[in-house]
T-cell receptor, first 113, second 112 residues
Framework: DVKVTQSSRYLVKRTGEKVFLECVQD?????MFWYRQDPGLGLRLIYF???????EKGDIPEGYSVSREKKERFSLILESASTNQTSMYLC????????????FGQGTRLTVV | DQQVKQNSPSLSVQEGRISILNCDYT??????FLWYKKYPAEGPTFLIS?????DKNEDGRFTVFLNKSAKHLSLHIVPSQPGDSAVYFC???????????FGTGTRLKVLA
């Protein structure tokens, strides 16, 4: 079974802090994604990566950056956390070929106060 | 511009009956459509997918139907069970790219 693990389930940070969200997958998937989920807005793509050190902006990249130094690990960085970044953050991974589905981690509920 | 739309935010169904969740899309170039199920405080779980070259895919109690001319897909759950109560997201993607575009979700409540 594919396992995508996010480092924290719940996180509370202060406005202006630099925040790191970590994600690890164990299935050698090429693609990794960061989404955020907000009520009424569904899942919106922040960044994705299709290879080590490669990244592309998604639909809402402002205020975020990412790092992928190893194939299995994809980090989301909030450079200076703000209250409007309070959300559920979801990491996912998928293969380049084969089935189209992405597999998600359990999510990190981030609250910025 | 929302390319994938789920116009019903919620749906209630009696246990044992059929649940039908709907999804509309605007881009005829999508190659795959997927359904995910999400419980509170958990990540989405993949349910079923369908290629744009097919019009039906079935997996146990779950069947997805694709109507390309109407740019519409639906997920049928038969029979519905209380454990099916969750938020269901449809998603679409293009082959050769890595992006999934999600709808806003439909909350299904199956009443015992």
């Amino acid at each position: 079974d594919v396992k995508v693990t996010q480092s924290s389930r719940y996180l509370v940070k202060r406005t202006g802090e630099k925040v790191f969200l970590e994600c690890v997958q164990d299935m050698d998937h090429e693609n990794m994604f960061w989404y955020r989920q907000d009520p009424g807005l569904g899942l919106r793509l922040i960044y994705f990566s299709y290879d080590v050190k490669m990244k592309e902006k998604g639909d809402i990249p402002e205020g975020y950056s990412v790092s992928r130094e190893k194939k299995e690990r994809f980090s989301l960085i909030l450079e200076s956390a703000s209250t409007n970044q309070t959300s559920m953050y979801l990491c996912a991974s998928s293969r380049i070929s084969g089935g189209p589905e992405a597999f998600f981690g359990q999510g990190t509920r981030l609250t910025v106060v | 511009d929302q390319q994938v739309k789920q116009n019903s935010p919620s749906l209630s169904v009696q246990e044992g009956r059929i649940s039908i969740l709907n999804c509309d899309y605007t881009n005829s170039m999508f190659d795959y459509f997927l359904w995910y199920k999400k419980y509170p405080a958990e990540g989405p779980t993949f349910l079923i997918s369908i290629s744009s070259i097919k019009d039906k895919n079935e997996d146990g109690r779950f069947t997805v139907f694709l109507n390309k001319s109407a740019k519409h897909l639906s997920l049928h759950i038969v029979p519905s069970q209380p454990g099916d109560s969750a938020v269901y997201f449809c998603a679409a993607s293009f082959s050769g790219t890595y992006k999934y575009i999600f709808g806003t979700g439909t909350r299904l409540k199956v009443l015992a």
